[in-house]
Nanobody
C-alpha cells in the first residue's frame, strides 16, 4: 500500500505564491502518473494538473501560465508551484498517484486559501 502526504498549503493574499508538495511512501510497483486535484464544498473534485512518467504535463485552463507541476522521481515527490494566486483558487488540494499496475491512491489534502 502506498501513502501520500501533502504539505505546503496555507493562507496567502491574492497575487501571492505557494508551493505544494506530495511525497509518496510505502510499497507500490511504480509510478505511472501523479496529479493535483482540488475541491471546494458542494463541487466535484477537479483535475488541476497532471504529470506523466515521461514528464509530459497538462493543466486545467484556469491555471495555465500560473501553476507549474513537477516531480522528483528519485524522491517520489511531486510539486505544484502556484503563482499569481486568485481567490477562486481557494480549495482543498489533493495529491493523486497512479501506478503502473493501475492502482491509484489519494492523499488527505492540504487547504489553500487565497484572501486579503
Amino acid at each position: 500500500q502506498a501513502q501520500l502526504a501533502e504539505s505546503g498549503g496555507g493562507l496567502v493574499q491574492p497575487g501571492g505564491s505557494l508551493r505544494l508538495s506530495c511525497v509518496a511512501s510505502g510499497r507500490f510497483f511504480g509510478i505511472n502518473y501523479m496529479a493535483w486535484y482540488r475541491q471546494v464544498p458542494g463541487n466535484q473534485r477537479e483535475l488541476v494538473a497532471q504529470i506523466a512518467s515521461d514528464d509530459s504535463t497538462r493543466y486545467v485552463d484556469s491555471v495555465k501560465g500560473r501553476f507549474t507541476i513537477s516531480r522528483d522521481n528519485a524522491e517520489n515527490t511531486m510539486y505544484l508551484q502556484m503563482n499569481s494566486l486568485k481567490p477562486e483558487d481557494t480549495a482543498l488540494y489533493y495529491c493523486k498517484m497512479g501506478t503502473l499496475l493501475g492502482d491509484y491512491y489519494w492523499g488527505q489534502g492540504t487547504q489553500v486559501t487565497v484572501s486579503s
